[in-house]
């Protein structure tokens, strides 16, 4: 099992990509997933993102309990700027 600050970070980095690319359907299930494993495994529920002076904020509840993790942005929009970057690797797939 991952700690809550990794669950945390891999559901904001395929996040922000599902966020800037609506119609992928394989950032849009990570997404679901990721999800599920804050859920299921970490008890947190009612997340959401802020981006603000070079920094994200996870706002979340967990057992209850409002918390928040910040991460430097150049760390979460790692895996956004390789998929613009490179859009050839991370083709779009049509809904099913």
Do not use: C
């Not at 928040?68 to 779009?92: N, T």
């Amino acid at each position: 099992m991952n700690s809550l600050m990794d669950a945390v970070y891999n559901w904001l980095t395929i996040r922000i990509v599902y966020d800037a690319r609506p119609e992928d359907t394989a950032a849009r299930d990570t997404v679901h997933l990721f999800e599920q494993t804050l859920e299921a495994d970490h008890g947190v529920d009612r997340y959401s993102y802020e981006k603000k002076d070079g920094w994200y904020t996870v706002v979340f509840t967990k057992d209850g309990n409002a918390d928040e993790l910040r991460f430097r942005e150049e760390m979460v929009e790692i895996m956004l700027k390789q998929v613009l970057s490179h859009p050839e690797r991370y083709k779009q797939f049509p809904s099913e």
